[in-house]
């Protein structure tokens, strides 16, 4: 069973930077991508960046030279470094696990596995 653990988030003011870390266990080395998502209330869930399978990444404009996704295979950790934080960034941040490839990376329904989430608040 695969198990994701996100940490890191917090409150920080407007220009301020954040890094979360989502460390993985279980059988995660057969995996197609593994990504960011943020849920703000009454918005829909929004794919941040990815990492695909030959270690490249993706990014959604909204967060485009504000945010680095990274990796360390040695920790079996996710992280993205968040910088230059805007009240809009305030959400719940999950990642993600994708085994099919099947979907557009940034569609949420087509992750099967997800961490319990960590609250990002940028205030003004």
């Known amino acids: 069973q695969v198990r994701l653990v996100e940490s890191g988030g917090g409150s920080v003011q407007t220009g301020g930077s954040l890094k979360l870390s989502c460390e993985a266990s279980g059988n995660t080395y057969r995996k197609f991508c593994m990504g960011w998502f943020r849920h703000a209330p009454g918005k829909k869930r929004e794919g941040l960046a990815v990492?695909?399978?030959?270690?490249?990444?993706l990014y959604a404009d909204s967060v485009k030279g504000r945010f680095t996704i990274s990796k360390d295979n040695a920790k079996n950790t996710l992280y993205l470094q968040m910088n230059s934080l805007k009240p809009e960034d305030t959400a719940m941040y999950y990642c993600?696990?994708?085994?099919?490839?099947?979907?557009?990376?940034?569609?949420?329904?087509?992750?099967?596995?997800w961490g319990q989430g960590t609250q990002v608040t940028v205030s003004s």
């Open positions: 990492e695909r399978r030959d270690g490249s990444p």
């Open positions: 993600a696990i994708d085994y099919t490839g099947g979907n557009w990376w940034y569609e949420a329904f087509g992750y099967q596995y």
